[in-house]
């Protein structure tokens, strides 16, 4: 997933944690785009005809689809093609910071992109759970970036949950869910969130960066998305991964990071990549439209807080008082966890 991940069990079985982790890596050799025999890339290369895909790639294409829908497409999976002709058409790990322009003729919206997103009335992706099938509308390309953490930890959190573990962290990228019991005498799960303008790579071992904040969870999942870790130059303009799929080319709103609380995973990281489209106004409102709470920091460092965020977060000033954790929030995206 491109990624590194921590998975903390709180009284689980002593083979549970080579257990998830077997788990994690089976998720992505099903889902990565860059694995030429995985589910999603048979997918990609079908045509549109169908292809005979595992319950856990149903799973993740029917929640993209969801997604898709909720944010009114905000939230776009089937921007493979654009991200591809931005440079992104290798693991990040092999992506050096100045690339060459990516495929000229590869899945993705035409060169008119927003008449042709104004004018879609479906996600682009098909599915037949019973008969086990799905495909792509001709001329997409799925991508389950956005999305593929979000839903891999909420496996991996209900997976723990029914091996018999009492609570657990699910931590893929930055992108985080917690169920259960929280450790021994802590109230609830608390998880800090970076300042997108200073942090270190998610791999650092430093410690000298200070978070913006903590927020306080009984139960839930909080993702982020930032262009800020995640770029690289092509002919001297720096070129990110968000892409907006209204114009198939990346954000350029001066927004560097959202962070979203929702009830699940995939929920928090399609809210986090819609906000991050839309922006203070349409973004935000969209995310407590569905139920969650965001806050987005701008190139500059200004925070724009969403209805609901105060219930979870205690900023730098409030972290030596304490702060009461609401229970969980609703499932408010349509599709069953």
């Known amino acids: 997933m491109g990624t590194h991940g921590r998975v903390l069990i709180i009284d ?15 998720l992505e050799q099903r889902w990565s785009r860059f694995i030429p025999t995985s589910e999603v890339s048979r997918l990609n290369r079908a045509g549109g005809a169908t292809v005979t895909v595992s319950p856990e790639t149903m799973h993740l294409l029917t929640c993209a689809s969801a997604g898709w829908e909720a944010s009114y497409g905000l939230f776009d999976p089937t921007i493979l093609g654009d991200l591809e002709r931005a440079g992104y058409d290798r693991s990040f790990d092999d992506l050096t910071q100045t690339v060459g322009p990516g495929p000229t003729s590869s899945p993705g919206q035409t060169a008119d992109a927003r008449r042709a997103w104004l ?6 992706i098909e599915t037949d759970v019973e008969a086990g099938w799905a495909r792509l509308a001709p001329g997409i390309g799925f991508d389950p970036g956005g999305i593929g953490k979000g839903v891999a930890a909420d ?13 657990v962290l699910v931590d ?19 998880i800090e969130i970076d300042d997108p303008l200073t942090s270190r790579p998610f791999d650092s071992q430093s410690s000298s960066d200070l978070p913006i904040g903590v ?19 092509i002919a001297g303009e720096t070129r990110h991964h968000l892409i907006d799929p ?17 009830a699940l995973g995939w929920q928090a990281e399609v809210l986090a990549k819609a906000a991050f489209v839309g922006g203070p106004v349409q973004g935000l409102g969209l995310v407590a439209q569905l139920g969650g709470a965001a806050l987005l920091i701008d190139e500059y460092g200004h925070q724009i807080a969403g209805d609901g965020w105060s219930r979870y977060f205690r900023s730098p000033d409030r972290l030596a008082h304490g702060h009461q954790a609401p229970e969980h929030m609703a499932h408010e995206l349509g599709v069953p966890s």
């Open 12 to 26: 689980g079985p002593d083979e549970l944690p080579a257990r998830l982790e077997r788990r994690v890596h089976e």
């Open 119 to 124: 004018a879609r009335t479906t996600s682009g």
């Open 155 to 167: 496996l991996i959190a209900d997976e723990a949950l029914a091996a018999g573990a009492a609570g």
């Open 172 to 190: 893929l990228g930055g992108d985080v869910r917690v169920a259960g019991r929280p450790p021994a005498s802590a109230p609830h799960w608390s």
């Open 215 to 233: 927020v306080d969870l009984a139960e839930g999942a909080v993702a982020t998305s930032s262009r800020m870790k995640r770029h690289w130059t």
């Open 246 to 262: 209204r114009l198939g080319q990346p954000v350029d709103s001066g927004v560097a990071a959202v962070t979203v609380v929702a």
